[in-house]
């Protein structure tokens, strides 16, 4: 996808919230455009004073949560055999369902909300749930919350880095699994006072 990479920029240049939900919608719906790319662009240009974070939050995560709906949908109506048979005509990996697989069976609807902010997993997670026909009111919800750190993060980081905001496509990864660490951490100290809050 990297050959797309200035087409996609031009783009949100050209059309802005629309390209943001746009290219967000079909990054959640499997479509490999790193989120990085799109929520960073884009962060940039609210640094440039031609978008604003809250514009470029609503119409992030609006798009990115219909993509994940309409990804659950292809995975309860098609199935994997179906996912498997026709992904690769949109540069869907088999090897990537298959760690977003792995990641739903062993935790289950909870790896809804916590792989929106893991690489790779964040994008293909959505096809699993649909797979497993999970409740849709809690998927959707979890999806939301989910996103919204993530969303919130990277746009964050584009704004901060400004006109090297395209370090976030080196560091995407590495920032991604560092948040979650940082969260980890941070459920563990607010348990830890909370217990010892009660004794």
Known sequence: MSGFSEMFLSFIDSWGYFAVALLMGMENACIPIPSELILGFAGYLIYAGRMTFWGAMFYGMLGGVLGS??????????GRRFVDRYG????????HVDMAQ??????GLKAVFFSRMLPVIR???SLPAGFASVDRT??????????LPWTALILGAGMALGESWEYLLKIGHELSILFVLVCIVAAAVWWYRRKNGRR
């Open 88 to 95: 690769h005509y949109f540069f869907i990996k088999k090897s």
């Open 69 to 78: 709906v309409f990804a659950y949908e292809v995975g309860r109506r098609g």
């Open 102 to 107: 792995r990641w739903f069976d062993r935790y």
């Open 138 to 147: 809690r998927f959707l919800i979890l999806t939301i919350l989910g996103s």
């Open 123 to 125: 994008t293909f997670i």
